[in-house]
Nanobody, 117 residues
Framework: QVQFVESGGGLVQPGGSLRLSCTAS????????MGWYRQAPGKQGELVAH???????FYTDSVKGRFTIARDNAKNMVYLQMNSLKPEDTAVYYC???????????WGQGTQVTVSS
């Protein structure tokens, strides 16, 4: 079973940047599609981006051109570079396997991102 630990969140002003990291356990991590998800207070969770075992990526419309997902299979890591952050990006961000749907199979501890002046 693969497990994930997210880090890198924090408080940032609008227009700022953050880089989220996700450490995965398991020696077959490299074969999985990985996704970043987020859940804001009072809102349904959503898929933010996903990446296949190589470099093919997908982004939800609201983050296109601002966020970049990447992975380092040798280090069992997945990253989410977030630029030009907006208050509406405020949420808890989670990484997990991407299984084809808009939500992960489970919610881990996540990392809080707050965009506010």
């Amino acid at each position: 079973q693969v497990q994930f630990v997210e880090s890198g969140g924090g408080l940032v002003q609008p227009g700022g940047s953050l880089r989220l990291s996700c450490t995965a356990s398991g020696n077959i991590f490299r074969i999985y599609l990985m996704g970043w998800y987020r859940q804001a207070p009072g809102k349904q969770g959503e898929l933010v981006a996903h990446i296949n075992s190589g470099t093919n990526t997908f982004y939800t419309d609201s983050v296109k051109g601002r966020f970049t997902i990447a992975r380092d299979n040798a280090k069992n890591m997945v990253y989410l570079q977030m630029n030009s952050l907006k208050p509406e990006d405020t949420a808890v961000y989670y990484c997990n396997l991407y299984l084809g749907g808009p939500l992960p199979s489970s919610w881990g501890q996540g990392t809080q991102v707050t965009v506010s002046s």
